[in-house]
Every structure is written in C-alpha cells, then in structure tokens.
C-alpha cells in the first residue's frame, strides 16, 4: 500500500518503519498523529488512553459523532486496521501512572508524549523513557501553528521549562513566544492568543483547531522518520515550530 511513498522513501526505509514501535500516550492530539504516521508506513503502535470520545473532541481529533462515550483507544485502533489491517496495533483503555508506565515502555523505540498536565505523570513518563533511552516527542496544538519538543538523554527535560503541571500549556507557550521572539519571529498573534485565554471569566481547556493537528502530525511523522532512519533531530531546548 506505500507504493506512492517511493522515491521520498526508500524500500530498506520503509521495512525499518514497519518494525519501529511507537507508543502513543495520550489518543487526542495523538489519534491525528498516530493515522498519519500509519500512512507512512509506521505499522507497530500501542494506543494508551482512559479518555473516552467526547462532542469537544471532535472539531480536532480523529473521531467522529457515532464514537463519543467509546474509549479512544478502542475507537483508534479499530480506524488503523480499517486503514491497513497487517498493523500490529495495540490498544490499552487505561491512564499512565506510576505503578504501570516503566512496565509500559519496556521495548519502545519512540514514544510520544500527548498526555493532559492534570499531574505529574508527564514528566515521569519522560523520565521513564530516558532511562530506557527512549526518545520522546511532545506535539502541541497552537491553533494556526503546532510545536513539538523532543527528549532524549543528550536534551534538556521539561522541568527545563516548569516543574510544575498546574498549567503547564501555558508556561510551555510563554516559552515558545519568547525564543520565537529572540529568533526575529513576529509572535505576536499567539501572544494575543495567550492574554485573551489568560483573561477568560473561567477556566477551561485552551483553545485548539483542526489546522494545527493535522500540522503536528505532518511534524511528528517527520521526526519519526528521521528517527528511524538514525537522521539528526532538534533536542529541548530546541523545538520544531511550523504555521500557516
């Protein structure tokens, strides 16, 4: 089915993505990012997720209205085999914790980190990777824009940026704005992005749109690839940013 990959991949690439196993923490962002690494030619994912679809979830995430109260996992895993059915897809209806992430990772070659800040299990679920020398990938939705960080052994943390979950999107994006900013990028839409949320009478999930997921998951699938065809990779501090 990856006939139409030839010439930007290569037949010995594309057997080394085939094998390479991700595991996808985090099916919301994740599901946009787990279907076009699949297309690629990515075959091996585990899915981990406890979320269940939601109505919200649907101006940017792969489900659809006949999804919502099923478990992501289930619903994207079922999505990859219809797209190829050779996949070796595993899915786990489950939250990442402390007592199952280091059993979890055990034989990962990438993971991508698309869990919620609602505690500290991000940042141990880096940690747990690094020390198996995994690398991990964190995509972000900016609306008309996306980011991803990438960690290994040789990069910066994410306490690089806070040690604390309690907002952390918003921490990370302060962060982008301001290296965007020493670097000539005129930031200055986000920044007005940023202010208008931080000004909301209430707090709720930040605001995200279709265009950025779809970025992110053209970025994560490059990445990926450079990963697996041993291609160098922009390390935390560093990110990879893209806009419309």
């Known amino acids: 089915m990856y006939s139409r990959n030839r010439i930007y991949i290569s037949s010995d690439e594309q057997k080394k993505m085939r094998d390479f196993h991700i595991l996808l923490a985090g099916a919301g962002l994740g599901s946009v990012i787990a279907e076009c690494a699949l297309r690629m030619g990515f075959e091996k994912i585990t899915i981990i997720d406890g979320d269940v679809v939601e109505e919200s979830n649907l101006n940017r995430q792969n489900y659809t209205q006949q999804d919502?109260?099923?478990?992501?996992?289930?619903?994207?895993?079922k999505r990859l085999l219809s797209i190829n059915s050779n996949a070796k897809i595993t899915a786990h209806h489950q939250y990442l914790t402390n007592d199952n992430i280091e059993f979890l990772v055990q034989g990962i070659d990438v993971a991508i980190n698309a869990i919620d800040f609602t505690s500290e299990v991000p940042f141990e679920f880096d940690q747990a990777c690094v020390k198996q020398n995994i690398p991990a990938l964190h995509p972000y939705n900016l609306g008309w824009a996306s980011c991803v960080f990438v960690v290994n052994k040789r990069s910066e943390n994410l306490t690089y940026i806070s040690n604390d979950p309690d907002r952390f999107e918003l921490k990370f994006v302060d962060y982008i704005i301001k290296q965007l900013t020493l670097e000539g990028y005129n930031a200055q839409w986000l920044s007005q992005v940023v202010q208008t949320y931080k000004n909301e009478a209430i707090i709720q999930s930040p605001p995200q749109l279709a265009v950025a997921s779809w970025i992110v998951a053209g970025l994560c699938a490059d990445i990926l690839f450079r990963l697996v065809t041993g291609k160098q990779v922009k390390l935390l501090?560093?990110?990879y940013f893209k806009t419309i």
């Open 68 to 77: 919502i109260g099923m478990p992501k996992a289930e619903v994207l895993k």
């Open 237 to 239: 501090p560093d990110f």
